[in-house]
């Protein structure tokens, strides 16, 4: 009896449960995970580079950018006015944008042919100099009386140099494109172009800093080398028979030579 009753009881629960779902679907409601899935987008990283950059044997680090909360994120956004800020339904990236950034960093420094050994933090690559991104700006924005979305990126960049954890230079790049139209397909090629202008730019700066660090470095190293010699030979200028000017030291005379010792006046001439 007490199994049947419990029975009873189970079937009520799933009759309640299914008249439930039938009166949100009347309603037009959607259980979460039952709507469409978004539409995922990449970019792509840049693969053509000036041939003059100067050639790395230094091995680099490509942090993955901080970002605030409002970009951390796979969402797409978009300023609709200067403070506030929306994102695109149906639409995301493939990766958050800090991580789909630094992917495209890694491969886009590859894609030069200046150096090979770059890699992110996480795969464990101990690098001669860290590259520290900050995503500053990446969105799309469409302010009124405005035909189609702009869209804007900004990096704060920092080279760092191991182990010292010296900040050897920092630079900010900032590019804006403008989108064909208003399909969120026009606003991913515009982001496309901004961002790979950005790390274009990037890429031949820090090949660049890094370059010039290296020189400066080595050239300091030289000096260094020459000053010890350079010092010994002014603290004695001119040497005569091995022996400097500088040497006071008593001197043996040979009483039956016809020279004249130079140790100063006779006493018997002062008389």
């Keep these: 009896m007490g199994r049947t009753l419990s029975e009873s009881k189970s079937r009520l629960r799933l009759i309640a449960l299914c008249l439930s779902l039938l009166l949100l679907s009347g309603c037009g409601l959607s259980l979460p995970g039952t709507g469409p899935a978004p539409d995922l987008y990449d970019?792509?990283?840049k693969s053509t580079f000036d041939t003059g950059l100067p050639t790395a044997d230094w091995q680099l680090v490509i942090e993955?950018?901080?970002?605030?909360?409002?970009?951390?994120t796979d969402r797409i956004a978009i300023r609709t006015a200067p403070y506030e800020l929306k994102y695109f339904g149906g639409a995301r990236w493939s990766d958050r944008a800090p991580r789909m950034v630094q992917t495209l960093l890694v491969e886009s420094f590859?894609?030069?042919?200046?150096?090979?050994?770059v890699g992110r933090q996480a795969i464990g690559l101990r690098g001669d100099y860290d590259l520290k991104p900050e995503l500053r700006e990446f969105h799309a924005e469409l302010f009124e009386n405005t035909d189609a979305p702009l869209i804007r990126v900004r990096i704060n960049t920092k080279v760092i140099k191991q182990p010292s954890a010296v900040i050897i230079a920092s630079e900010n790049?900032?590019?804006t494109a403008s989108a064909e139209g208003d399909k969120?397909?026009?606003?991913?090629?515009?982001?496309?172009?901004?961002?790979?202008?950005?790390?274009?730019?990037?890429?031949?700066?820090?090949l660049t800093v890094v370059d010039e660090h290296i020189r400066e470095r080595q050239l300091a190293r030289e000096l260094r080398r020459m000053t010890p010699l350079s010092g010994l030979t002014q603290s004695n200028p001119r040497r005569s028979n091995g022996v400097?000017?500088?040497d006071d030291s008593p001197r043996n005379v040979d009483p039956t030579s016809d020279a004249v010792p130079a140790i100063g006046p006779d006493p018997a001439d002062q008389n």
């Design 173 to 175: 790049f900032e590019r």
């Design 110 to 117: 590859e894609n030069s042919g200046k150096i090979i050994g």
């Design 244 to 246: 400097s000017e500088e």
């Design 64 to 72: 993955e950018p901080a970002g605030s909360r409002a970009i951390d």
């Design 184 to 206: 969120i397909e026009h606003i991913v090629a515009a982001f496309d172009e901004a961002l790979g202008s950005v790390m274009k730019r990037v890429i031949g700066w820090t």
């Design 43 to 45: 970019l792509s990283p």
